[in-house]
């Protein structure tokens, strides 16, 4: 649904919910990028479709980034070369980051008594697999990630927004821009 028209996604993610489970989906909310106002410079787009329901202990949100779309601006395809390729940029990754942070405070805020943990599962497309991958390992709380033809992870935007990964890299391996590329 990310590369398409999402209106009407409401009934959209109803019918492929109940076309993979059999079941009609939980009450659930949809937080898109775009109409949180994230990643109209950078280029960002992503959704979080939060699934809730006491009665069946359901509380399960699921991050959803997409992949590179070249017809925008060719943004998509300068952070490629200059985000993943020579990790000299992180725009779309601090977005991405903010687009989480802002999710899971509204989550928060809306299921305050809640004594149901929240499972967290992330997918995406290419760039976006290399978003949530990163978000993942920023975050460290994600159950599971799902990416659908990679693009890699790039080491020296996680030192950036990591700052336990880049302690823990200058505590064991001494000044981080003299470690060497193999390593």
């Known amino acids: 649904l990310e590369y398409s028209d999402l209106t009407n996604k409401e009934e959209k993610i109803r019918k492929i919910y109940k076309e993979e489970t059999g079941k009609e989906p939980p009450e659930f909310k949809i937080y898109t990028s ?9 280029g960002m787009d992503g959704a979080a479709i939060h699934f809730y329901d006491k009665g069946q202990k359901i509380n399960q949100v699921y991050y959803i980034f997409r992949g590179t779309e070249p017809s925008k601006d060719f ?14 940029k992180d725009n ?7 687009m989480y942070d802002k999710v899971e405070k509204k989550i928060k805020t809306q299921n305050k008594n809640n004594d149901i943990k929240l499972v967290r ?7 976006g697999s290399s978003l ?4 993942g390992l920023i975050k460290k709380t994600f159950t599971n990630i799902r990416g ?18 880049r302690t823990y890299l200058s505590r064991t391996e001494g000044r981080i821009d003299k470690i060497p590329e193999k390593k």
Do not use: W
């Open 34 to 42: 775009e109409e949180m106002g994230i990643g109209k410079t950078s």
């Open 75 to 88: 943004g998509d395809v300068i952070y490629d070369a200059l985000g993943i390729g020579a990790g000299k």
């Open 92 to 98: 779309q990754l601090r977005d991405a980051s903010i």
């Open 121 to 127: 599962y992330g997918d995406g497309h290419s760039l």
């Open 132 to 135: 949530i991958v990163s978000i």
């Open 148 to 165: 659908l033809n990679d693009a890699p992870v790039n080491i020296k935007q996680i030192v950036r927004n990591d700052t336990s990964f």
